[in-house]
């Protein structure tokens, strides 16, 4: 399962109570930051998103409106006491940034970070139930998505053949890892005959600020949610391209190419205060689509 | 008249819904901004204060929680097309922190900002109706207090008088100025008999994050209102003298000494969700006070 929180859901300049973009990943084990756009701190507050557990954070580009929450992140978890590493995923010229700020306040940090530099795509982070990788998106500046992808759960047993073989409990999680079964008289019962096709691993695409851009297809096709922007409607096209975003046709467009489950749109431009015709625009293309809404929690 | 609105009354983890400091001092002819946490334009957003009529800021320091809201809020200045000039002043350190975050996001600010450095204390600002001074406080790093002082208003026409002396209406203006008149036939009646001592200047301190520190009782003497922090509690002094923070009582202390009309205590620790308990506590001390609430606008 992958949960999605939405701490900011607007574009650049604030309006309507809506906040930068940032939202929270989460997966059986992490915690993970996207993105952190001023106020995201605050926001985890507000929904009560516990910051200590959050040992990785992607930013997908350096427009101040997905990292300038970020500074104030990282000294409140030294104010916290924080102890344990943190890995902070960026294009370049972040670390610099943040390191810069410190010394003004004459603030150590009383834990480590580690900044990684995005510079190609490919794989991120790796462990035995999932990995994220990270893949180009087309935007003014260098930009890139991140795919959140679930490992396959273990094989599921097939309750009627292990009965009739008698399988003895103690085997059940050999089955499930796709061990074969000898019987007491040494006949081997072949593992597809006691177990049935695991689950799929789940699969989360966050697509960043973006222009329409068919090359990310490949990298989301199939994907259970995606996010994509779609920071204007389709009359404002023009300005949407010349701005390197999207409008909501386009996401719906990408969402259908790509074949994904759902879609969830986001990153609104500050002229719309009602989200509803967004919503409803993008559905005409892609039906199967949701305004990204703050505060709510999308579960894959 | 001065109006005090508060945008951010925590210190500097977030909490309770309540946001780091910054408050809009609002004049006859100025909107000023004092101190800038994360989340500033937003909380501007919420209570609809005009984002473009502010020309002047006032840093008190370099922790983050007083200005990570600034580099959101220039940026914000831009994408609206500012043109106008902006004033910063700060303590040294905060230019270069700004500037060096323009170029990750390739952005050129369309109007020109203008960084003064505070390096003592002294007159910032002045105009017709207006001064504002900034006084050194007591902090962990270097940190001023400001204050806002109007100018005495003209004086006030003495009804009666001007009646008696049969004194033209076009010569009101001149009264008020100060001038005497002088009658048909040429005798001189002084401007005291015809006019009445104009109502003082308003002052107003923001006394910024500071230990108990009394010389500042000599910039804010007579205050109708300051502000002061009062981050802790009484019975935790003793963290508040090792932060350089102030208690409810100090903060009280400081009013009564330097014999202002109103106290606003405010940069709350997050440990306390109920604000009644400080400002009772506070009130033992100095009776005129009151916990400052965000999104209040606090007039003298």
Known sequence: MIAVTILGNNS????????????????????????????????????????????????????????????????????????????????????????????????????????????????????????????????????????????????????????????????YERLQEGKDFVTPEGKVIPNVTLTLDPKPGRKYAYCADTIYYEPICKHIEGADLIYHEATYMKDEEERARARYHSTTIDAAHIARKANVGKLLIGHFSSRYENLAPLENEARQVFANCEAAIEGTCYIV
Chains 1, 2 share one sequence.
């Open 12 to 171: 650049a300049l604030p309006a309507h109570g809506r906040h930068p973009t940032a939202q929270i990943v989460q997966t059986r084990n992490h915690t993970f930051l996207v993105d952190c756009g001023e106020g995201t701190q605050l926001q985890m507050s507000e929904y009560r998103i516990k910051r200590s557990r959050i040992d990785h954070i992607f930013i997908s580009h350096l427009h101040g409106d997905h990292y300038f929450g970020l500074i104030g992140l990282l000294t409140s978890f030294g104010l916290n006491n924080r102890e344990h590493d943190l890995h902070v995923y960026s294009p370049e010229g972040l670390e610099p940034i943040m390191l810069m700020q410190l010394p003004a306040s004459h603030t150590l940090l009383p834990y480590r970070i580690y900044f990684h530099t995005l510079k190609e795509e490919g794989l991120l982070f790796e462990d035995d139930h999932l990995s994220i990788s990270c893949f180009k998106v087309n935007h003014k500046i260098e930009c890139y998505g991140f795919l959140f992808e679930e490992k396959a759960h273990h094989r599921k047993l097939n309750a009627e053949a292990v009965k009739h073989f008698n399988v003895p409990y103690e085997f």
